[in-house]
């Protein structure tokens, strides 16, 4: 099972950018589909990003659409989101998960990544 290791949460202001990053180190990243979810106080987990194994599949939660980019690093084994213009709602503890690619199964849900980061912790304030 791929280790997750994330870091680049904190505490920024409405309008504010933060980094996230996620490293999995293992030589097999590139067989990896990656995906972002957060989770706030007293909500279910919700999908933020994904990304494939190329990176050159994306998709987004509509609610962070043109504001938040995934990025990865496969030399790097590391993946990122690039969050821009950040709202008091994007508060939330952000998750990075892997899943195979060679598993099927709705890259949206939560249920479909079998490994998942110690989770870091953003907070927005107005």
């Known amino acids: 099972q791929v280790q997750l290791v994330e870091s680049g949460g904190g505490l920024v202001q409405a309008g504010g950018s933060l980094t996230l990053s996620c490293a999995a180190p293992t030589r097999t990243f590139s067989s990896y589909a990656m995906g972002w979810f957060r989770q706030a106080p007293g909500k279910e987990r919700e999908f933020v990003a994904y990304?494939?194994?190329?990176?050159?599949?994306?998709d987004y939660a509509d609610s962070v659409k043109g504001r938040f980019t995934a990025s990865r690093d496969n030399a790097k084994s590391t993946v990122y989101l690039q969050m821009n213009s950040l709202k008091p709602e994007d508060t939330a503890i952000y998750y990075c998960a892997a899943r195979s690619i060679f598993v099927d199964g709705d890259l949206r849900s939560p249920r479909s990544f079998s490994a998942w980061g110690q989770g870091t912790q953003v907070t927005v304030s107005s």
């Open positions: 990304l494939y194994w190329n990176g050159g599949t994306t």
